[in-house]
């Protein structure tokens, strides 16, 4: 059973441009978060997603930044017009049920360089 | 909002030397996850606490959930170098985990 897949595994991008990152989940599994991490700090979350559902996007930067889980295809996290300061590791993590009771899993993140 | 406060941040040991960790959170919670992420790496799973003043040990590790379901800990025992890594706490919000700013163990060269 493969695991949280994430790509790319690095991304560098000019200010302004798109990033664009990808996360599948692990088989059987239909509840996605996403994480920022920036050097030297703790995980902060974004974003709670199901199949074609945004759950909790109280992390999120109300400005630039989207996230979707489509019935078909992996989760996309986007951030439009990135900025030095969107520089951070991204990790995404799935359970196969909701909320906090169940294990989140991880992929081993987007590392964004905004230069 | 629910909050989980972690301390230390760092903490550096002479290798063999112990470890602790302290997770506080501003609710009751209804359980509690530890992660491990190495350098470089990312999170991964631990251990999940559920029930009030459970202990649980895997190893050299020695978790514990306070009677009150409000705080927990992350006791190594004999620090090795493979112990290296951040250790985050995460209680249960709403829809989702709510994470420790994680403590940071160092082992002194």
């Known amino acids: 059973n493969a695991g949280v897949m994430q790509n790319p595994r690095h991304l560098v991008r000019r200010r302004g441009q798109e990033a664009r990152l990808r996360c599948s989940p692990m088989?059987?599994?239909?509840?996605v978060y996403w994480y920022r991490q920036l050097p030297e700090e703790g995980l902060k979350f974004m974003v709670y997603l199901q199949k074609e559902n945004i759950i909790d996007e109280s992390g999120m930067p109300k400005e630039r930044f989207s996230a979707e889980f489509p019935k078909e295809g992996p989760s996309i996290l986007r951030i439009q017009q990135v900025v030095r300061g969107d520089s951070a590791a991204y990790f995404c993590?799935?359970?196969?049920?909701?909320?906090?009771?169940?294990?989140?899993?991880f992929g081993p993140g987007t590392r964004l360089l905004v230069l | 909002g629910q909050q989980v406060m972690q301390i230390p941040q760092y903490q550096h040991v002479q290798e063999g030397e112990d470890f602790t960790t302290y997770c506080n959170s501003s609710?009751?919670?209804?359980?509690i996850q530890w992660y491990k992420q190495r350098p470089g790496g990312h999170p991964v799973f631990l251990i999940q606490?559920?029930?009030s003043g459970e202990v649980k040990k895997q190893k050299r590790l020695t978790f514990q959930f306070g009677e009150a379901k409000k705080n927990s800990s992350l006791h190594i025992t004999a620090t090795q170098t493979t112990d290296v890594g951040t250790y985050f706490c995460?209680?249960?919000?709403?829809?989702?985990?709510?994470w420790g700013a994680g403590t940071k163990l160092i082992i002194k060269p």
């Open positions: 993590a799935s359970s196969p049920r909701a909320g906090g009771q169940e294990t989140q899993y």
């Open positions: 995460a209680g249960q919000g709403n829809y989702q985990l709510i």
């Open positions: 609710t009751t919670l209804s359980n």
């Open positions: 088989k059987g599994h239909s509840h």
């Open positions: 606490l559920v029930k």
